[in-house]
T-cell receptor
Framework: GESVGLHLPTLSVQEGDNSIINCAYS??????FIWYKQESGKGPQFIID?????DKRQGQRVTVLLNKTVKHLSLQIAATQPGDSAVYFC????????????FGTGTRLQVTL | EPEVTQTPSHQVTQMGQEVILRCVPI?????FYWYRQILGQKVEFLVS????????KSEIFDDQFSVERPDGSNFTLKIRSTKLEDSAMYFC???????????????FGPGTRLLVL
């Protein structure tokens, strides 16, 4: 069936380095993608989103890249900080009335000092 | 900043008992959702709700589950007869009516951790 998946379950980076978290999606009908951050014991927190008619979108310290040719999504975090340690999920939507989110399996980002 | 709230934060129940999980979505949002996350797994969609009716539901959302918006602020998920496999974190989310960039974003509450014994 259609699914969203992540390549790396755990990513360890040093404080100050840049982080890149990857996601593969398989539903070509998806037209909207969101990255969420989930800290332990908390709900998913919105980070950044991108529509399928864009290749790149930047936020504060974060950039999302979308490659529709290979159905690949990435989240880049600049100057990673200890507070960035969390599990990161990508999620896809086929926009419509209800627009349910389909989540990937998640990548744990560990920031070392 | 407005946020989605959920109560209780933790719920322990015996198998076969009924539980009601409560959510207060962001006040000007019109679409409401329940998701669940079994420990160590990804977040899974359960049901979406708009205009006082279910818009879509997943295979997980069987006859044991129901949702209700009893008043202008609360959104509840009821599990009539809990099973061991219902143990999970349950998240409520809400979304504003889509009217521009970023309006597809769903905002999540902190979750209710349900443990069925």
């Amino acid at each position: 069936g259609e699914s969203v998946g992540l390549h790396l379950p755990t990513l360890s980076v040093q404080e100050g380095d840049n982080s890149i978290i990857n996601c593969a999606y398989s539903n070509s009908a998806s037209d909207y993608f969101i990255w969420y951050k989930q800290e332990s014991g908390k709900g998913p927190q919105f980070i950044i989103d991108i529509r399928s008619n864009m290749d790149k979108r930047q936020g504060q310290r974060v950039t999302v890249l979308l490659n529709k040719t290979v159905k690949h999504l990435s989240l880049q975090i600049a100057a990673t900080q200890p507070g960035d340690s969390a599990v990161y999920f990508c999620a896809e939507i086929m926009t419509g009335t209800a627009s349910k989110l389909t989540f990937g399996t998640g990548t744990r980002l560990q920031v070392t000092l | 900043e407005p946020e989605v709230t959920q109560t209780p934060s933790h719920q322990v129940t015996q198998m076969g008992q009924e539980v009601i999980l409560r959510c207060v979505p962001i006040s000007n949002h019109l679409y409401f959702y329940w998701y669940r996350q079994i420990l160590g797994q990804k977040v899974e969609f359960l049901v979406s709700f708009y205009n006082n009716e279910i818009s879509e539901k997943s295979e997980i959302f069987d006859d044991q589950f129901s949702v209700e918006r009893p008043d202008g602020s609360n959104f509840t998920l009821k599990i009539r007869s809990t099973k061991l496999e219902d143990s999970a974190m349950y998240f409520c989310a809400s979304k504003i009516l889509r009217d521009g960039w970023g309006q597809e974003t769903q905002y999540f509450g902190p979750g209710t951790r349900l443990l069925v014994l």
